[in-house]
Nanobody
Framework: QVQLVESGGGSVQAGGSLRLSCAAS????????TGWFRQVPGKEREGVAG???????RYADSVKGRFTISRDRTKNTLYLEMNSLKPEDTAMYYC????????????????????WGQGTQVTVSA
């Protein structure tokens, strides 16, 4: 099954920026079932940004205008550019692919995501 590895997390002050990357072990982005999710302890994992079945980008209302998702198929890499970060953006961020894996199943943007990276922590201080 495809392996996903996130990087780019860290600690920043409010208003700062981070760029997350997610490298896939093989072509995991052949379709549009890719995206970023985040989770804080005690809460459900939520979709942050992804591509829907038409290839259009979709964003959670809380990040619209601040986050940008993109991908480079030649490098099998997914990105999340995060600007104007807020303390409420603090979470573990996961990239995901709607490929055949045995991980937690979560439906978002018309896809069932089962492939997950190990996560990268983003901490935003006030």
């Amino acid at each position: 099954q495809v392996q996903l590895v996130e990087s780019g997390g860290g600690s920043v002050q409010a208003g700062g920026s981070l760029r997350l990357s997610c490298a896939a072990s093989k072509s995991a982005y052949s379709n549009y079932g890719t995206g970023w999710f985040r989770q804080v302890p005690g809460k459900e994992r939520e979709g942050v940004a992804g591509f829907d079945s038409s290839g259009s980008t979709r964003y959670a209302d809380s990040v619209k205008g601040r986050f940008t998702i993109s991908r480079d198929r030649t490098k099998n890499t997914l990105y999340l550019e995060m600007n104007s970060l807020k303390p409420e953006d603090t979470a573990m961020y996961y990239c995901a692919a709607a490929e055949r894996c045995t991980g937690e199943s979560l439906i978002m943007w018309g896809f069932r995501f089962r492939c997950w990276g190990q996560g990268t922590q983003v901490t935003v201080s006030a």
